[in-house]
Each structure stands twice: as structure tokens, then as C-alpha cells.
């Protein structure tokens, strides 16, 4: 008696509760550190482009690969809002939490409440949508619209496809979608598969044409409302570079499913968590492909099935289809993660509900022991991977704030900044308000090399210091002309990474020493020809730079590092540089027999070196083992000469 009461409850109230407890996991885990990272060059360009008045803005959207639509959402929030980190990224949080709803509502209307929050606790928690769900650009938003859209379809054909107010709406959703995102028509295509589904068994049972023919007004209503953006779209669509490039499709299939089910946060220690999970992902999805076998299943409801497997399924083929496979270009998928999120929860559901609650007899018990203990390692799983996205600095966007505050704290008067590419000015110039000047290269779109050269020889020669952030320099400066031409005529002080922007500091250093000829053989192949250094007297603060050139006699197979050392009078480490040579442009592994290679580098004096005389010294190193240094002379490092420190 008193487990049918319990059982009835859980009906009754169980699956009442769960949408609730999983809209407020949603909210939690997106809004939970959303001001926490910096903000990276794509949220800094919706920044500036919301900063414009309307005119500008949809001005600037229309040489932009997007379309305005969520910038116009932005702009208004922004306005009233304000621009910090939180601000900015809420209403894409706000997204995601809008979105778990939609799923919970699908669930519901093509299976049952259990599916719907089931399948909302996979989209709520999944780091994929968190990820995006935290971030100031227009995925998260894509994502609603296509579970919308999709949820308004199911609801629309569910009552027989009668002309009103559901297919008015779904007519506008759509339109905002493709105001969007260009990739919306994804979403649009796998509609259109799903209404034939439906339609073709009701048409060859009524023949009636009247759901076919509201298909087709609430589709044209969708385009006459993105009329004035249609002429950019197609331009820019067809105008831009093809960003994707060949897998194979096994590959393509095995990643785009892990980003859906599991999510791209995982981190290396749960690799193996991993692998489980996503067997446990699988089961789920298998079992969610399978007809109710605990009720009669009537003709006209088949087509429930196929929902979530097209949506899946569909966008996983057009996506490859079309040539767009690539990880940036993954997050398109989002609205697939609708149809794999419903899969999985209907596999839970369906386990549970032909399960027996008599643990005592095994066999029947096993369905539920299969949901439950699946369902408690994804939750885990899900648990360590959010735990990645907020604190792994593995998974966390580029730091531009860090950089800037870097810079800010180490800038003197005579520095300057590069930013190679340049479009990194928006979010850069978000964090950085002091007043070094500011040069993008290359300018304008780039491709104009020996212009690009002059700007920066010029810089180098008009400044002491040089901060340079590499950031989507490979489009840009595909040739690396910035940088060759800061390694030729510059010396290199230090590189760090701050997420994918390279932040590297340069000295000037107008004059240099007389070069020394050395002839010192390291290992058996190199030898270094000469060296010179700009000064035997330096302060603390300032850059000690020291030029080489090498030479091989044989091709090398190795790549070799260069470190540049300064000992004090016991040999203890003062400072060091280490670093390819060439600015780690010019790689042992490409030198040519005969030819000289020129190799710069700059030695900061920390500020708080003690007046003295010391020791430079200099390496060659194995760059897989540091620890194997290449013999010089008898020893594993080139005394080069003295230098005299001063107050």
C-alpha cells in the first residue's frame, strides 16, 4: 500500500517538480561566474558594435558574417544595462535558461512530462550549451530560437496543422532566427523534412492540402520578414572564406557527437570518466530511438519519434554536407543538441517507466538500475566538467584583461603596443585605458606585405619597448611579416600565452657591439659563428641584448633551444632567456648547411639585481629534454663574456 502511494506520488508530483528543480540548475550553473573570465575578441566586436548608434551598427553588421539581429537585442539591454562583463553576458545566459524550458516543453508534447525534464537536465547541465551560454555572442540565442521554433512545429501538427495563431508564430520565430544566425536555415530544412513525415501519411488518409498549403504562408511570411536582409545575406554568405576542411566522417560524427552529448569541457583527468559517460549517453539515445513499448502506438504518433532523430541527425549530415566541419564552427550546432538532448531523455524515461520497482526480482528491476545508475554518472560526470569550464585555466577564454593589466603595471614612457591582428583593438581597448599608442597591423585587411614591414621597422625604430599581442595573426599576416620583421630588427624580452593570444615583449636597441668571432662547435653540426652584445655596462631595468649568429653543416633533425643566462660571481641564476632561435621563427629543423641564421635576444636586469660584475653565458638544448644540452668546448655552456651591473 505504502509503495503504490509512494509511486503514485512520484507521478503525480515527481515529474511536476523535476522541470522546476532543472530550470533552476539552468539558471545556477549559467549565471554562476559569468563575470568571472575575461572577455575575448569576439564578445569585444559585439561590445563596440552595440556602443553605435542603430544606423552604424546595422551598417557595420552588414559587412559582418552575422546578421544583426542579436546585436540589436544587445543594444538594447546594453543601453539599459551597461556594459560589464555580467551584463553583457546575461541575456545569453537568460538564453539558455529559455531554452531548457523549450526542451522541457518538447519533451512533454511529443512524449510525456518524464521526457521533458529529463531532457531538459541534459541541455541544462551539458558544458556545451553552458559554454556558450556564458559568452556575449549570438549561439545561445540561435539555440532558443531553434527549440522554439521546433517546440511551436510539434504543438502546431499535434492539433492537426490548423491555420492561426501557432503558425503565424512559428513564421515569426523563424524570421528571428535567420536575423540571427546565417546557419538558421539548418533549423528550417529539418522542419521541413519533419512536416513531410507528418504530412504524407495524413494527405494520403484526407487529401487534404490545407496543412501544406499553411507550411508554405508561415515559410513565406519568414521570408517576406527577412526581406531586407536577404541581398546581404546571400553576398556575404557566398563572399566569405570557406572555413571548414575535410575529415573524415567517422571522425566528424564521433566529435560533433561528444560536443552534443557530453559537452566540450572535459578535461584530461576525466578522459576516462569520459569514455563511460558516453557509452551511458549511447544507451540512453538507443533506447530513445525505440517505440513506447508499454502503450499502443497509434499511426498518426510515429512521427514523434523521428522529431529528435532529425533534428540530430539532419544537422549532423547538412553540416558536413556543406563542407563546414571545424571546431569554431561546431558551436552552429547548438540546435542539434535540442534532438540529441530529447533522445537521451526519452531512453531514461523509457527505462524507468518498464522497470520494476520489485529490486528483489533482478531481471525486471534492471531497466531502472540501468537509468539510475547512467543517470547518476552523467550527473557526476557533469558536475567535474563544470568544474573544469569555471576554474581549469585550460578551458578558459583568452585573458585579455590580463594582458592588460600587465601592461598597465610594466609600461614606461617610450613603450608602444602592436596588435597583430588588428582586430583585437575592441576588446583590448575594453580593458586598456592608459596611453601607450595603439598600432593595429596589418593595416586595413592586410595582404599588402612590404607596407606592413614599413610600419613596423618604423615602430621599432620610434620606440624602447614594444608589447605585441598575437592573436588570428594566421589570416591577417599569413607570411608573419610582423613578427620576421620584429625578430631581424628587435630583441625579444619574454612570450606568455594568455588563453590563444600570445603576449611578447621586444626591446629596441639602436646600437649594437662589435660581433666577436667564436667558431664554437656545439655537438657535432652547429657552430656559432659570432656573437655580440649592446652593452658590458648596464642599470637594473634595463635590457641587455645579445645577437648571434649560427651555422650547421649538415641538415638537423632536431629542434634545439637557445638560453641565454647571466650568473652572478657564485653561478647563481640571475636571469635567463630561453627561446628557438630566431625569435622561434628560424627552427634548427629548417636551417641549411652553410647558410649563417641570425638569432637576437633580450636580457632584462630584474630591478633588484646588487651592484656587480657578471657572467653571460650560452646553450643549446634538446627541446624535448631540456636536460640534454648540446657539448661546447668541453662543457654544456659558452662562457661569452662579462657584464658590469650598476647602481
Known amino acids: 500500500m505504502i509503495s503504490a502511494l509512494w509511486r503514485g506520488w512520484i507521478r503525480a508530483r515527481g515529474y511536476a517538480l523535476l522541470p522546476l528543480v532543472v530550470l533552476l540548475l539552468a539558471a545556477a550553473v549559467r549565471l554562476h561566474q559569468l563575470e568571472a ?6 564578445e569585444g566586436n559585439s561590445l563596440r558594435l552595440v556602443e553605435r ?12 558574417i552575422h ?6 537585442l544587445l543594444k538594447g539591454w546594453h543601453t539599459l544595462a551597461g556594459d560589464s562583463e555580467f551584463s553583457l553576458r546575461f541575456p545569453s545566459a537568460l538564453f539558455g535558461i529559455l531554452t531548457t524550458a523549450c526542451v ?3 519533451g512533454r508534447a511529443l512524449f510525456a512530462p518524464g521526457v521533458g525534464g529529463l531532457a531538459g537536465l541534459v541541455v541544462a547541465l551539458n558544458t556545451f550549451s553552458v559554454y556558450y551560454g556564458q559568452e556575449a555572442r549570438m549561439y545561445a540565442l540561435l539555440q532558443l530560437w531553434a527549440a522554439a521554433s521546433l517546440l511551436v512545429l510539434v504543438l502546431w501538427l499535434k492539433r492537426g496543422a490548423p491555420w492561426g495563431r501557432l503558425l503565424l508564430l512559428w513564421g515569426v520565430i523563424n524570421a528571428a532566427g535567420l536575423y540571427t544566425h546565417y546557419s538558421y536555415p539548418f533549423v528550417m530544412l529539418v522542419e521541413g523534412v519533419i512536416f513531410v513525415l507528418w504530412a504524407l501519411p495524413d494527405w494520403i488518409e484526407r487529401r487534404s492540402l490545407r496543412p501544406l498549403i499553411g507550411f508554405i504562408l508561415a515559410s513565406g511570411l519568414t521570408l517576406l520578414l527577412f526581406g531586407p536582409q536577404l541581398g546581404g545575406a546571400l553576398h556575404q554568405i557566398t563572399s566569405w572564406p570557406r572555413t571548414g576542411y575535410d575529415v573524415k566522417t567517422s571522425e566528424g560524427l564521433f566529435t560533433m557527437l561528444r560536443w552534443l552529448l557530453i559537452g566540450n569541457i572535459y578535461g584530461v583527468p576525466n578522459q576516462p570518466a569520459a569514455g563511460s559517460v558516453v557509452i551511458w549517453f549511447l544507451i540512453f539515445g538507443l533506447v530513445g530511438l525505440l517505440p513506447d513499448w508499454l502503450r499502443i502506438v497509434y499511426l498518426k504518433a510515429w512521427w514523434r519519434r523521428l522529431v529528435p532523430i532529425m533534428m540530430l541527425i539532419g544537422s549532423l549530415i547538412l553540416f558536413l554536407a556543406l563542407g563546414l566541419y571545424r571546431e569554431a564552427n561546431l558551436k552552429f550546432l547548438l540546435p542539434a543538441q535540442v ?3 530529447l533522445c537521451v531523455g526519452r531512453g531514461i524515461w523509457l527505462l524507468w517507466e518498464i522497470g520494476s520497482p520489485l529490486t528483489f526480482i533482478f531481471w525486471e528491476s534492471v531497466p531502472r538500475l540501468v537509468a539510475v545508475f547512467g543517470t547518476v554518472a552523467i550527473l557526476s560526470f557533469s558536475k567535474d566538467a563544470l568544474s573544469n569550464l569555471y576554474h581549469n585555466p585550460a578551458y578558459a577564454r583568452d585573458d585579455y584583461r590580463g594582458v592588460a593589466a600587465l601592461i598597465t603595471a610594466e609600461e614606461r614612457p617610450g613603450d608602444a603596443i602592436i596588435l597583430d591582428a588588428p582586430n583585437q583593438r575592441e576588446v583590448f581597448t575594453y580593458y586598456y585605458r592608459a596611453g601607450l599608442p595603439i598600432y593595429p597591423l596589418p593595416p586595413g585587411l592586410g595582404g599588402d606585405d612590404p607596407a606592413t614591414a614599413t610600419l613596423t621597422s618604423d615602430i621599432i625604430q620610434s620606440f624602447q619597448r614594444i608589447f605585441v599581442l598575437f592573436w588570428g595573426e594566421g589570416e591577417r599576416d599569413p607570411n608573419r611579416i610582423v613578427e620576421k620583421t620584429l625578430a631581424a630588427n628587435a630583441f625579444e624580452i619574454s612570450s606568455a600565452w594568455y588563453g590563444s593570444v600570445r603576449l611578447v615583449r ?3 636597441i639602436p646600437q649594437m657591439g662589435t660581433p666577436r668571432a667564436l667558431n664554437a ?3 657535432e653540426h652547429i657552430t656559432l659563428m659570432s656573437a655580440a652584445i649592446s652593452s658590458s655596462t648596464l642599470a637594473p631595468a634595463e635590457v641587455l641584448g645579445v645577437s648571434f649568429q649560427w651555422q650547421t653543416d649538415a641538415p638537423l633533425e632536431t629542434r634545439y633551444r637557445v638560453t641565454v643566462q647571466l650568473l652572478n660571481s657564485e653561478g647563481k641564476l640571475i636571469n635567463q632567456r630561453d627561446a628557438e632561435p630566431g625569435s622561434n621563427i628560424a627552427l634548427t629543423t629548417t636551417w641549411k648547411p652553410g647558410e649563417a641564421v641570425l638569432d637576437t635576444h633580450g636580457l632584462i636586469i630584474p630591478v633588484n639585481t646588487p651592484p656587480g660584475v657578471y657572467t653571460l653565458i650560452v646553450a643549446l638544448y634538446d627541446l624535448n629534454n631540456p636536460a640534454s644540452r648540446l657539448m661546447v668546448q668541453g662543457a654544456d655552456a659558452l662562457t661569452l663574456s662579462t657584464v658590469q651591473i650598476g647602481p
Do not use: C, K
Not at 548608434?53 to 559582418?64: F, G, K, N, Y
Not at 546578421?67 to 540589436?72: D, K, T
Open 37 to 42: 573570465q575575461s572577455l575575448w575578441n569576439d
Open 53 to 64: 548608434t542603430v544606423p552604424d551598427l546595422l551598417e557595420a553588421a552588414s559587412q559582418d
Open 67 to 72: 546578421p544583426p539581429g542579436y546585436y540589436l
Open 104 to 106: 522541457i516543453a518538447l
Open 339 to 341: 534532438g540529441a538532448a
Open 506 to 508: 621586444y626591446a629596441s
Open 521 to 523: 662547435r656545439f655537438g
